[in-house]
Structure formats: structure tokens, C-alpha cells
């Protein structure tokens, strides 16, 4: 049987992508290609809500995204300021270090958020010259105010601002120029709904500045420098091959959403996230975040008393659904459950029922049903 993956990525992937990426392999200076992926840049933007913005599409993934980030804005001993709400947001720290970065995080307990007013207050302390922050933490579905910690970072227009949007770009509003973010990048697996195997980013004009600022760097695939030829003018330059067929899956995962109308995909994963919700706290599940801060693509769900991890997502694959484990300190104590990329009612509808089928395999008290109407009420109330 093949399995639902409600897992925060890789999501499930719609036939006409993989179709996509079963066309001809032709060359990356095919008049054909270059038109391909000329739109592509052009819709990435388009999604991110940026004019100027300068995007790059790197063979790589979220993780190689986040290091390009990080080498093309600082150098061994520049300040770096990570606000991290869990396990991605602690990554940036791992990889500056990699680079001699001098790095100070300001971290939140897992499933809370740093308060805007503490990264301000971080932010006149002393200077830092990037800030990288995760819009929504996979670890902990956690979603941060990005719209209001770009208000402040406009008091300090030293500091380049990250945002990581690998489980957030397409799936959640994000206004890279309103915003003030510098770069942002996405992943492509995940709200994106196309198989893994590409690093989407846009850089903005103060970003591409701040790479020349810095000179030679530490890195030669990773500097945007290099490819920059290549994604202002795809007809006339090499650098290095493109990831040819992944970028037909791109474009193509890019052509829904686009067709769909952003405003309506971030409204739908909103209704979907709720629908979960609700119908999961029908059935005893409680949720790690508040709703304030709560995700719209990825939801945090704690275990009731009685439920064993292991052997609750076992039983759920075992009939049909996959969904991910907690990770760090959260192992054991919940189950992660994506609800972005290409998924429709249908999915919402299946994993709870197949939920509650696998509460009563395992014999937790509850009633039938109880969770899916709840959902239902949600997803179907006119
Ligand atoms: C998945 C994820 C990453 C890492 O992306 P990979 O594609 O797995 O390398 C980075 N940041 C966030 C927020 C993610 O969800």
C-alpha cells in the first residue's frame, strides 16, 4: 500500500511533478530549459513577494541553503546573532562555527518563542552583523513573528536578516521586501510539495552587498558571486551544470501554487492546521505550541497518558500513514504532522480516520468518530 507521508517533508508529490521530472534530460543552454528556468526565478520571487530580489536555485537542499546564507554574509570573526526555536534554528549555530564565526544565540524553551522585545534588546547591546532566524522550527511547529522582528531590524540596517523559510516559504505569508528580510530561502520538499534535491534562495540588493564587502570567502560552489552570472543571464553562462530535471519539478511545483493563488494556499493549510487540531484535541492530544505561535504547515502533537510513541506511529504506518517523531528533548512525547505541499481535504480526512482506526488497534479509550467530526466541522461548516 503506498503510504500517506504526513510528515513536515518530504511531502506527498503531485503526478504532473513527477512527470515533470521524467522529460527529456537536454542541455543546461537548451533555448528550452533556459526559458524553464528563467520563469522559474521569476516565479520564486513571485512567492517570496520581492521585485528586486535576486534568486539563486543551487543543487543542494534546506541544510546547504542555510550554509550558503551564512558564507556569503560573514566572515571568521564576524557576529552572528541566532534566534533559535529549536532544532533547525540550532543549526545555523553548528555551521558558523564550522566557519569561526563568532556566534550568540538567544534561544527559547522548545515550543515557546524568543519575545520580540529580547532580540531588540540583544540588538542594542552590542552589534551584530547577521541575524538568522527559522520562520517556522520543524522541530517544534513554532512560527515566528517575522513580520514584527523585521520592524526592529529596521533600526539596525547594519545587520543582514536571514529568515529560513524551508518549512514556511509558500505555505505561510512571507514578505521578503515589506519584511525587510535580506535572504530568504526555501525548501523545496516541503510547502513546496517537489521532491528534494534543490536549494531555492533570494537575495536581496543589501545582501549582494554585503558578499562583495567581504571579498574572497571561504568557498567556491557556495559563492552566489559565482553563480550570479549564471541567474541574471541562464542563456550565456556556466558555472556549473544544472539540476536539469529538477528544475522542470520546480517550475512545475511553482505552476500550481501560482495557479492555486498564494493568498488561498496560505489560507487553506490555516483551515487544515485547525481542522488537525481540533480533531486531534477531540481525541485527547494535546498541542506543544500556543496558538498564537502555532504553525500552519507542521503541528506538534503531544501524547495523551497511555499512548507509547513508538509503538502509536508503528501501528499508524502499519495502516497507512507516516508520520514523524519528536526530536531532541520533545522524543517520545509527540508526534510531528505535516499539512503542507500539494495535499487537499482528501489527506486531512484520511490521516484522521486512519488516526482514530490505530487509537482503537491499540485500545485508547475514546469515542469513534469523535475526532473526525470535530475536524469536519472545521474543514465543511458553511
Ligand atoms: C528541513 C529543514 C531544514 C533542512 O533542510 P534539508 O532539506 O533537510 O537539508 C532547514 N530548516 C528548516 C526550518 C527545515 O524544516
Redesign the pocket.
Known sequence: MKKLMMI??PTPVHQSILNALSKDTVSHLDPEFVKILKETLEDLKTVVMTEKGQPFIIPG????A?EVAIVNSLKKGDRLLVVSHGF?GD?FVEIAKCYDIEVEVLASEWGKIVEVEEIARKLKEKKFDTITI?H???STGVCAPLEEIGEILKQFPETVFIV?G??ATGGIEERMEDWGIDILFA?N??AFGVP?GLSNLVFNEKALERRNSLGKITAFYMDVNRWLPVMRNPAGAYFSTHAINMVYALHQGLKIMLAEGLEERFKKYKRFASAFQSGLKELGFDLLAVEEIRANTVSTILYPAGIEDLSFREKLYENGVLVSAGKGVLAGKLFRLGHMGNISENEVVATLSIIEKTLSDINYDFRLGAGIGAAEKVLFAK
Not at 61 to 64: D, E, N, R, S, V
Open positions: 513536515p517533508g537542499t534546506g541544510t546547504l542555510m533547525f543549526r527559522s517556522v522550527d520543524t529560513d524551508v518549512c525548501g520538499q516541503k528534494p
